[in-house]
Nanobody, 121 residues
Framework: VQLQASGGGLVQAGGSLSLSCAAS????????MGWFRQAPGKEREFVGQ????????YYKDSVRGRFTISRDNAKNTVYLRLNSLKPEDTAVYYC???????????????WGQGTEVTVSS
């Protein structure tokens, strides 16, 4: 599976962004999809994930209520809506496919290349 993330950019604190991750080369609907981020000098961390059907999501505590993951299996795309952004949300955001459900791990089978989000104060 190939994953292509897009939508990053520069935004002021309190603002919003929408990220997309388009998948190709596999059966998208069979994968739990996850979003991750990596800030400068820090390890990559779990942000959230969504079930194969898209009916259920699970988030890291610090983003719950601000970020929303959704997916469109007909379009082979998963989305991450980022609201009420804070400077500490600045990172490269990655999508990934094929991880375990309800486990905030980076052990996913496939990864996209990342898209950079910068939040200015």
């Amino acid at each position: 599976v190939q994953l292509q993330a897009s939508g990053g950019g520069l935004v002021q604190a309190g603002g919003s962004l929408s990220l997309s991750c388009a998948a190709s080369g596999g059966t998208f609907s069979t994968y739990v999809m996850g979003w991750f981020r990596q800030a400068p000098g820090k390890e990559r961390e779990f942000v959230g994930q969504i079930t194969r059907s898209g009916r259920t999501t699970y988030y890291k505590d610090s983003v719950r209520g601000r970020f929303t993951i959704s997916r469109d299996n007909a379009k082979n795309t998963v989305y991450l809506r980022l609201n009420s952004l804070k400077p500490e949300d600045t990172a490269v955001y990655y999508c990934a496919a094929g991880g375990p459900w309800l486990i905030p791990t980076t052990k996913y089978d496939y990864w996209g290349q990342g898209t950079e989000v910068t939040v200015s104060s």
